[in-house]
């Protein structure tokens, strides 16, 4: 026979068999979750060394969290997230180009950052070359050059990057909302990278203040993670940070609990002229709450099912069935200040007022009505083996440390979370959405063309309209 009617007849041979395939496999009791073994020290000058071993692959990676952010008090808004952006342009007398080609050679990987909450240097690198990138990096965080030049190029761009946001609709939605749904004073209220009018001011001697100023060892955490033993990273992180001493006079930041809570308002709706847009950008939302509620397994089945999955009704409705979207989800923002609730999507213009009807009706509907058995196992499946494969690299556990100590929370509590998370009924989950969900307070944002949407929106009748600049 020849090769292509072999190859038809095979075809076709398979297409029966193929065609008796309906239906999903059931799926099986999900595998217990194992969590990773930490180790801890301290160090003279104060340093908390966190260290979680796994040798299967000869890599390691560290983390090096700084307790502070742009939540400090006193510091011109964006300069946090600015500093940190600044050190990968050269420390130790190297400049940027001369650091890159150092890291590279090394195979290694050095970045920095900052949250609302702290400052992050962080290295992977094979475990050979570990100790020679850790060395670049104790230049990164306690040598960097600051040099006029480079902190001048990237003010520049951070100023241009303000002006081309402007013309991005989620970015005009996203700083219209955060300033809505958080008062003026909430560290939420303002975009954590600042501002145009902050940012012009920024130069070297500015930002070498206040690195110099916040980079504090006691209050520093160094996570290290996979194939290192506890003394190895001791004696790596005493080599290379043991003699960094503590800042005279360190800004302070607000205790968590000290930050009023953003108080919640009637549904309202606000439009931003997008004149001749094909879409709509909707966000939805209201201040949401702590990541320490006793009933944060209930808030998060609940939102997987109404728009924190690919399968959830939100994005089933608006984009499987309807198709006005691409996608549309929903999500709390979990950090030791409470973050939004927040829901969103992009639309088609001419659809933008059926769109916002759906999100309502499934609001109300999550709150009103029990979930469906398939829905509950769907979600808890969702969540528990979703979170089976989130420790197997050592970037995965350095980043699930990271967030245990961003919330004082030890490791052990996350399985404890799973478990409560299979035991959740549907009733737990609509008790969920009554207390923490409400649709009849509602901060409501579109971006899009005002003249097509601001009628059919009105129609809906959610609540008084406005029209805000961006």
């Known amino acids: 026979m020849k090769p292509g009617l072999l190859s038809a007849a095979l075809i076709l041979a398979a297409t029966p068999l193929m065609a008796q395939v309906t239906t999903a496999p059931t799926l099986g009791p999900a595998p217990t979750l194992v969590l990773p073994r930490v180790e801890r020290a301290v160090l003279p000058n104060g340093i908390t060394v966190l260290v979680s071993r796994n040798a299967e692959v000869p890599i390691v990676e560290g983390r090096l969290i700084i307790d502070g952010g742009a939540r ?23 400049t940027g180009v001369q650091l890159a080609e150092e890291i590279d050679l090394l195979g290694a990987r050095i970045g920095a950052g900052a949250s609302w909450e702290n400052f992050s240097v962080s290295v992977r690198a094979p475990k050979r070359t570990i100790d020679k990138a850790m060395a670049l990096m104790s230049d990164v965080t306690l040598r960097p050059n600051f040099a006029a030049a480079d902190v001048k190029r990237l003010r520049d761009l951070r100023l241009v990057g303000f002006l081309t946001a402007r013309d991005r609709p989620t970015s005009v939605a996203s700083k219209v909302f955060y300033r809505n749904v958080f008062p003026a004073g909430h560290p939420y209220h303002n975009e954590i990278a600042g501002d145009s009018a902050s940012v012009a001011t920024f130069d070297s001697a500015m930002v070498r203040r206040l690195w110099t100023s916040v980079i504090d060892p006691r209050r520093a955490t160094f996570i290290i993670t996979g194939d290192v033993t506890l003394a190895e990273a001791r004696a790596w992180v005493t080599a290379h940070f043991g003699s960094w001493t503590s800042p005279a006079n360190a800004p302070t930041k607000p205790a968590a609990a000290a930050v009023a809570a953003a108080p919640r308002t009637a549904t309202h709706v606000i439009l931003v002229d997008k004149p001749g847009a094909a879409q709509s950008v909707i966000m939805i939302g209201a201040p949401g709450t702590n990541r320490t509620s006793p009933d944060y397994p209930a808030i998060e089945l609940m939102n997987t099912i109404l728009g924190g999955s690919f399968s959830s ?101 996350i399985a404890e979370e799973y478990t409560r998370i299979g035991q959740l009924t549907a009733a737990d989950v609509q008790r969920a959405a009554e207390k923490y969900f409400d649709p009849a307070q509602m901060t409501v944002v579109v971006v899009g063309d005002i003249a097509k949407i601001r009628p059919v929106i009105e129609k809906l009748n959610l609540g008084p309209i406005s029209v805000q600049a961006y």
């Open 72 to 94: 400090l008090q006193g510091v011109t808004p964006g300069l946090a997230p600015f500093a940190a952006g600044t050190l990968m342009e050269g420390a130790g007398g190297r």
């Open 313 to 413: 009704r939100l994005n089933d409705f608006l984009r499987e069935q309807l198709g006005y979207t691409y996608g549309a989800s929903s999500n709390f923002g979990w950090s030791p200040v409470p973050g939004a609730f927040l829901a969103s999507a992009q639309v088609r213009t001419n659809v933008t007022d059926s769109s916002l009807a759906v999100f309502f009706r499934e609001f109300k509907r999550i709150r009103s009505e029990l979930i469906t058995p398939t829905e509950l196992d769907r979600g808890k499946a969702y969540i528990v083996l979703g979170a089976l494969d989130n420790y197997e690299t050592a970037g995965q556990v350095a980043g699930a440390i990271s967030t245990s100590v961003l919330f004082g929370r030890p490791l052990a509590t």
